[in-house]
């Protein structure tokens, strides 16, 4: 049986909007039925996970005047903000560029058109760029050297954020214009280590950059076989990490919806990759199907047939546990992550971040919370321990 979310223990705002980010069956009738109550919760669920102005887009004929009047606003804020964003990236890369360091642009403008058909439908936060282990560090000064600075902490794969603006107050405005652009640089793609579980060859990866132009400027990306990778995986460390990011395994489906039938590329796909690189993706790529309704090539089947049993089991049961998160907290995407990782020690230790979070380094969360923030934190995780250990029971069952 194909895992439906009408089954799935989330609010009915949110199915509406699942329903009309369906590529097969899209369906906007299930907005026309919210109340204002309804329609507040599903402008902030819309804010929170980046997805308001492609609602504002796909909803256009269902939505009320007061929230078309709202979206369109934020549609003229993010508007401002993205010539900002524009900028900043040029101006940075030249910046590189002129002190012969190599990069690559990651996420944000790659993804038009492939993954999203206008980059002003997409909310980016902040700049990524992947620089050679051996010279990010010389990249960050060549940032700070032109007033860029230190702003929280790195979450791994990259050196802690830096940002320009010098004052700045959260108004509660996720499309504000005068939102700080932060920049990452990363030297990692995959913390191999942090998951326990394998990726893709990364210098091979970096081998396969191509040219492109941004705003008339030249610029390296990733080659599009590697921006789908890195997308999948940037969605799978999130699930796995309990934090969904529902915009971006959208663009995903997108990205599958219109290449599904494209065999030179999924045949190319498939070579690039071992069977343990391609696995985590697979995974990233049927979730995705199954919460939006997108084509899948052929290949993917066969990746899938392929995927240990008690993996296939999870998909099937708690593929849509994710999204369920996002409003009754779960820690169900441990078990697919521990029935990925191939050691027992691995498994070990991941068992004791996700259920005992403490200060972890590499691809946790390295911000030094206040004993507060820190209380709050550890009495969530703590009230998530019954829930978690039943589910944990229920897992073990269905796999005998």
Known sequence: MTPSAEGASIPGYAKALLQLLNFEHRDGSGLGRLNDCEWRQLLELCDESQLTLILGDLGRSFLPLWVKARIQRNAAGNAVRFERLMLATVEIARWLTANSI????????????????????????????????????????????????????????????????????????????????????????WDRDFERIAGPDEREIWERRQDSLLDGYPVATLDLVDTLAFAALHLMMHIFHGDVRLQRAWEIG??????????????????????????????????????????????????????????????????????ESLFSANKDELWLNLALIPSLRGKIGVARRRLFPVQAAGGGDR?????????????????????????????LRMQK
């Open 254 to 323: 997108r990205f599958l919806e219109h290449h599904a039938r494209d065999d030179v590329f999924w045949n190319r796909w498939q070579s690039l990759y071992t069977a343990e690189a391609r696995q985590v993706q697979t995974i990233a790529f049927w979730l995705t199907s199954y919460w939006f309704g997108c084509k899948l090539p052929n290949v993917l089947q066969a990746n899938l047939e392929f995927l240990p049993l008690n993996v296939r089991l999870w998909i099937c049961r708690y593929c849509f546990s994710p999204i």
């Open 367 to 395: 911000e030094q919370p206040g004993a507060r923030s820190f209380a709050a934190k550890a009495g969530h995780h703590i009230g998530l321990l019954p829930r978690t250990f039943c589910s944990g029971f229920r897992w």
């Open 102 to 189: 190599e990069f690559a642009l990651l996420k944000g403008h790659t993804h038009t058109p492939a993954f999203t058909v206008d980059p002003l439908l997409r909310a980016q936060n902040d700049i990524d760029i992947w620089c050679l282990p051996g010279e990010v560090l010389r990249a960050r000064d060549v940032l700070t050297h032109h007033g860029y600075r230190h702003s929280g902490k790195s979450k791994g794969r990259h050196l802690d954020p830096l940002i320009r603006e010098s004052s700045w107050t959260w108004t509660g405005d996720y499309f504000a214009p005068d939102l700080p652009i932060p920049v990452e640089l990363h030297y990692q793609l």
